[in-house]
C-alpha cells in the first residue's frame, strides 16, 4: 500500500497522552505478532496492532462527545472514524477493514482462513501504517520490525 502524502490540513499536532499509550500498544501487539507461530494468530494480532493504531489517530484527533439519545446513530467501525476525521489516512482505513472479516476468521479458528504470506504481510504493512500515523500525530516513530522482515518471519515459520 502506497504511503500517502500528509495533507496541509493534517498538520501533527501535540499527541494527547491517551494516543501516546494507544499508540505504544499497538508496537507492542506488533511484536507480540511477530513471534505467534501461526499464521492466524500472527494475522489476527497484527490486525488488532493496525486497530489499536487507529484508536491512537482518534484519541489524538477527536474530543469525547457528549452523550447522545437512544436511537440516534449506532456504533460504527474505528475503520469508518478514521476516514472521517484523518482522511488523509482512508486509504489504509479501507485496507485495514477490508481485511477484518479475514481477522474474525482468523480469530474463530477457520482452517485455512490465512496463509503465512498473508499473515507475513499484514505484519509490514502495518509497520508501515504505525510510521505513518506516528508522523500524523506528531509522534516521533519507533520502529517494531526488523529492516529486512522477511527474513526473520520465514525463519520463524519453518
Avoid: C
Avoid at 501533527?12 to 506488533?30: E, W
Avoid at 476468521?105 to 490465512?114: H, I, S, T
Amino acid at each position: 500500500m502506497p504511503i500517502p502524502a500528509p495533507r496541509p490540513h493534517a498538520r501533527p499536532t501535540r499527541a494527547a497522552p491517551a494516543a501516546v499509550d494507544l499508540l505504544a500498544q499497538a508496537r507492542h501487539g506488533l511484536l507480540e505478532a511477530t513471534v505467534q507461530p501461526r499464521p492466524a494468530e500472527r494475522y489476527a494480532t497484527a490486525h488488532l496492532a493496525a486497530l489499536r493504531t487507529a484508536a491512537a489517530v482518534l484519541a489524538a484527533r477527536t474530543q469525547p462527545a457528549p452523550p447522545k439519545r437512544r436511537g440516534r446513530g449506532g456504533p460504527r467501525s474505528a475503520w469508518l472514524l478514521l476516514a472521517e476525521v484523518a482522511p488523509e489516512l482512508s486509504e489504509w482505513a479501507a485496507f485495514f477493514n477490508a481485511g477484518a472479516g479475514k481477522r474474525a476468521a482468523a480469530e474463530a479458528g477457520v482452517p485455512g482462513a490465512v496463509t503465512a504470506r498473508e499473515a507475513d504481510d499484514l505484519l509490514r504493512e502495518v509497520d508501515i501504517f504505525i510510521a505513518v500515523a506516528a508522523t500524523t500525530i506528531g509522534v516521533t516513530h519507533q520502529p517494531v520490525l526488523p529492516p529486512n522482515p522477511a527474513s526473520q518471519l520465514s525463519r520463524q515459520a519453518g
